[in-house]
């Protein structure tokens, strides 16, 4: 069976507004895709690394209740889980503040067997962090030989924006690794101080990956790839939180791909409406989550696992 696979980190996210805290729900970027797809029935698998407390027994309690299987998780007794306080302000947007962990021990266990035409997705900080960098390496070069559909979530906090430069060739490794890019403004701005969609394609994406998503918050989605682009308008909604926003979206992208049985070999076939409908679907699933204090979509009412 067809399945996905993410690495990346796993956290417990805070949220905090008017100094009051509204939710303490798992999180990290790859992994709050995931639980939405994992909710909508979809097999879903993440390679990760905790802490064996009481923090890290949350999360993978968490994920088997979604959907997400925990079976590659590594535990270490010797390390505290991550958490993440994210302070929304008047828009409901979110700051960050980071306490993580990392340890030499980190990433040493089993990845999941990747087949051809799975989907693998990474991204954010630690795609590029150079402490775990061996590692997810590792798991790329095992998708790109087992012929996977890899997914790329930029996803570069300005907090990070003093090493663009340092880290620009680790970048340019993960964009040849990606059959699809997906990057906001923000991380364009942090990374190349660039906001146009289409000066980004052609400067730092079309060299190295033809299939190329730019999300800008509330503006229009862009679609970029060598035949054409589109644009799509994000729909005006009253926001609780932002807080996994862009990762709904990506889970949206994907579970698109997976339910018209998209393949890496069908990539340059797709037209425009197809792309267009697949990226209507990532719009969908980030205004659900907006909609509410958690990182993922609601659990589905009924047992379809269809969002209406």
């Keep these: 069976m067809r399945k996905i696979i993410g690495i990346g980190e796993s956290i417990l996210d805070i949220v905090f507004k008017n100094r009051q805290v509204m939710s303490a729900t798992p999180g990290g970027s790859v992994f709050n895709g995931l639980i939405s797809l994992g909710r909508l029935g979809l097999p879903v698998y993440f390679v990760s690394d905790i802490g064996q407390d009481q923090v890290g027994k949350l999360i993978t309690d968490f994920m088997e209740n979604n959907g997400l299987s925990s079976r590659y998780m590594n535990l270490h007794p010797d390390s505290n889980t991550a958490v993440a ?14 306490y993580k962990d990392y340890t030499v021990k980190g990433l040493q266990g089993n990845f999941p067997p990747i087949n051809p035409d799975d989907i693998v997705v990474f991204g954010s900080y630690y795609a590029l962090n150079p402490l775990l960098r061996k590692r997810v390496k590792a798991f790329l070069e095992k998708a790109v030989q087992k012929s996977a559909l890899i997914y790329y979530d930029i996803n570069f906090r300005k907090s990070h924006s003093y090493q663009a430069k340092a880290l620009n060739p680790v970048l340019i490794e993960n964009y040849r690794y990606a059959d699809i890019i997906r990057g906001s403004e923000d991380d364009f701005r942090a990374l190349y101080q660039k906001q146009q969609a289409g000066e980004i394609y052609r400067e730092k ?11 800008a918050a509330d503006k229009n989605v862009e679609f970029h790839c060598p035949r054409f682009k589109a644009s799509l308008p994000v729909k005006k909604i009253p926001t609780l939180s932002t807080v996994g926003a862009g990762d709904s979206f990506n889970a949206g992208i994907l579970y698109g791909l997976m339910q018209a049985g998209i393949k890496r070999k069908d990539l340059g076939l797709l037209n425009q409406s197809d792309w267009e409908k697949i990226i209507a679907l990532g719009i969908d699933f980030s205004a ?3 909609q509410s204090y958690e990182n993922y979509i609601p659990k589905p009412e009924s047992s379809t696992g269809v969002i209406n």
């Design 288 to 290: 659900k989550v907006c």
């Design 85 to 98: 306080l994210a302070f929304l302000n008047e828009n409901n947007d979110a700051n960050y503040t980071f």
């Design 205 to 215: 994406m079309a060299p190295y990956c033809d299939n190329f998503i730019f999300t």
